[in-house]
């Protein structure tokens, strides 16, 4: 029996910085080597056996919902969390989902839908949390946009703070969380996940570690010319399966 049944993929942001294209079209469903960028992780997930997949949704909610639908065409479940309104940000996003029980009561892999990575999920699905631990996170070498990184480890856990000079990497936008990571938000509130996560560093209630996979933040019309190319030249397009 794997540890973790649950994955929870963020996909309510506006793709501001993706425009025009994401204008019409919502961020999560900006196509990638031929599908969109969403649905790798959908079958990323689905291959290493997590099919309980919740998605948060605000801008042109209705199209990916229309795109994507039950999630049966992957052969998974799709929960929707709606933010109708405003997007409640990463950690509000969370809470609602947990609230409202699309996401169960047990530890999730957390994925940005706006990164795309060869990343195995399978090496997640039998994480085991600590009482006490909140999340662990997985790290990358910094990107370009990111030279100055986001976090170190010391001993397995996760800093902000540097101890001597410990090289300070970049959040992958992957994780598994412990669905005590956003105890105490109010229900509506947007939040963050950052300021949550940096608390309970100081606490040691974080783990991470690198990963040397290839992974991109398709967050920029440069960047997703350069994650085309990269998926073209490898062959792993859906034009080549």
Do not use: C
């Not at 080597?33 to 605000?58: C, E, F, R």
């Not at 959040?171 to 412990?178: E, K, R």
């Not at 996560?197 to 350069?226: C, H, S």
Request: proline letters at 5%; a negative charge; charged letters at 20%.
């Amino acid at each position: 029996m794997s540890a973790i049944t649950q994955a929870m993929i963020l996909a309510a942001g506006k793709g501001t910085r993706l425009r025009p294209l994401t204008l019409e079209t919502p961020k999560p469903l900006v196509e990638v080597g031929g599908q969109p960028l969403i649905v790798w992780h959908i079958k990323a997930l689905q291959a290493a056996g997590i099919t309980d997949i919740t998605v948060n949704a605000s801008w042109l909610a209705e199209k990916l919902m229309d795109t994507l639908g039950d999630g049966s065409q992957f052969g998974v479940q799709l929960h929707w969390s709606l933010e109708n309104d405003e997007p409640l940000e990463t950690a509000g996003g969370i809470f609602k989902a947990l609230q409202t029980g699309k996401l169960q009561d047990a530890p999730f892999i957390l994925v940005n839908s706006d990164v795309w990575t060869t990343f195995d999920f399978t090496k997640l699905t039998t994480y085991e949390l600590g009482a006490d631990q909140r999340a662990h996170l997985l790290l990358i070498d910094n990107p370009e946009h990111n030279n100055a990184g986001d976090f170190v480890i010391n001993n397995g856990l996760a800093s902000e703070q540097a101890i001597g000079d410990a090289d300070k990497y970049t959040f992958a936008g992957i994780s598994v969380m412990s669905p005590r990571v956003v105890d105490g938000l109010v229900s509506g509130q947007p939040a963050a996940l950052a300021p949550l996560l940096k608390q309970a560093m100081i606490k040691f209630q974080i783990t991470a570690e690198v990963i040397k996979d290839n992974w991109i933040d398709v967050g920029t019309p440069e960047r997703l010319t350069q994650v085309n190319e990269f998926i073209e030249s490898k062959g792993m397009g859906i034009a080549n399966h």
